[in-house]
């Protein structure tokens, strides 16, 4: 019976004749570290995936970022002035949030953005210009 060693395998000639190959310790604990490695990376490729499914799509700390935010606090609070009986503020908060709508409708080529700030904008616009005594009695 003789033996060779190459690497991390043995190949010993057996009684009958034929080779036989004899892995080592170290070349299981190889072939073993391989598979995890490439179930490892097959599992991160998955989780990125997820993540990318998950991530926003809009950059942040843009101006348009900034804008929409603006925008929507500012539709916010004109709603609850509106809720609150303080139509003339309520009304310009809401007017200024929708041309900022219409701003970033515009950054992002976002027609259906641009066309529902506009019409509510235009809405409030009308209802501001229509009743001036909504300012007389706020300038006394």
Not at 127 to 138: A, K, M, R, T
Request: net charge negative; charged share 20%.
């Amino acid at each position: 019976m003789s033996k060779e060693k190459d690497g991390d395998t043995i190949t010993e000639l057996g009684e009958d004749g034929k080779l036989h190959n004899i892995t080592t310790k170290a070349g299981r604990l190889a072939m073993e570290l391989a598979s995890e490695k490439k179930r490892l990376a097959q599992e991160l490729e998955e989780l990125q995936g997820e993540y990318d499914d998950i991530k926003p799509l809009t950059p942040t700390g843009t101006r348009d970022w900034y804008v929409k935010w603006g925008a929507m606090i500012l539709c916010i609070v004109g709603v609850f002035f509106i809720s609150g009986q303080m139509y003339v503020f309520g009304q310009l908060c809401y007017f200024v949030g929708a041309i900022g709508w219409i701003y970033v409708g515009m950054q992002w080529s976002d027609r259906a953005i641009m066309i529902g700030s506009a019409i509510s904008g235009t809405a409030v616009a009308m209802l501001l210009i229509d009743n001036p005594d909504l300012y007389l009695l706020f300038s006394r």
